[in-house]
DNA sequence: CAAATATTGTATGGTAGCAAACGAAATGGA
DNA sequence: TCCATTTCGTTTGCTACCATACAATATTTG
């Protein structure tokens, strides 16, 4: 008998079932290709907008230093994306896709609804409020912790 | 000078903000005791409700079978949570907090208001439908991809 | 200019999550 | 009863995320 995956158990609260119900689903689609759905956003940023510094690419994915440096090193291992040194900064590394990489791209389905209906439909204010309230709780905790 | 993380990135889209802003939270205060955001959620459980199995500890936080093991052989190792065979079911194993986890437990702070502003205030119809939309977009995809 | 500081990317180690495969135990049907 | 199936927990291997520390390079300041 297969042994598949668990139905029974879906994800927590609401912010993390949306989260990461759209990023199963993006998994699931593209563990046809062997990529991951932040690779996919990679990928997605670079066939669109062409080659990056790797900090802009950062900033447009918000994805922090670290996880964008491991996702590029797997992205380079894999052949898709190539990492050049920029002429201007010599700190700065210039990413391009590479033909494989570009040739991938065209093959891939139009995953742009996914990120739509995941990711999509935000409520900007409310969102907003969410997050100051989220930060002027942690200062609040980190300042009592600091005391004690 | 400190290497302190970035500020400039934060994350993503909504449900994505909402969600890791939400356990960063959790995680920057918890980070003082040593503790994860989702090994709070299983103390949290086990200090409210006793002493349970495994699976049904599993289902009450909608965790999947891999990732609670996972999470509970930490805590066993913290020493912080024992597991034992349940009498009745040879295959399953009963959660209980040792003197310490309980000692622990009390004197966290209580991160039931953080628990509220990330993960509550659900809008369940809204989230039903996201859902249902992402459920039936993965189903429509995989069997685009089984004929290709 | 030289020293202090800031920025960029990398490496390490941790948490959290999923899929797949496995053994052990329970259950259901022929 | 016996065999097939299901359930429960574990393990392995992967993605993704963060904090921390570090080297190398730029930039700012005295």
Chains 1, 2 share one sequence.
Not at 20 to 35: F, V
Not at 79 to 101: I, K, N, P, Y
Request: glycine fraction near 8%; charged fraction near 25%.
């Amino acid at each position: 008998m297969r042994d598949q995956a668990d139905t029974d158990a879906s994800v927590g609260a609401w912010t993390k079932r949306c989260y990461l119900a759209g990023r199963a689903l993006m998994d699931a689609t593209l563990r046809h290709y062997d990529l991951g759905s932040t690779q996919w956003y990679v990928l997605w940023h670079l066939a669109h907008n062409g080659a990056s510094v790797q900090r802009d690419l950062g900033r447009a994915l918000e994805l922090e230093r670290a996880t964008l440096s491991g996702i590029i090193s797997t992205l380079v291992r894999k052949d898709l994306v190539e990492q050049t040194s920029s002429g201007e900064d010599q700190r700065q590394r210039l990413l391009t896709l590479t033909g494989a990489g570009e040739a991938l791209w065209r093959k891939l389905p139009d995953l742009s609804f996914i990120h739509e209906t995941a990711f999509g439909g935000i409520d900007e204010a409310e969102l907003a409020t969410t997050v100051r309230v989220l930060q002027s709780a942690t200062e609040r905790l980190q300042t009592l912790l600091r005391k004690v």
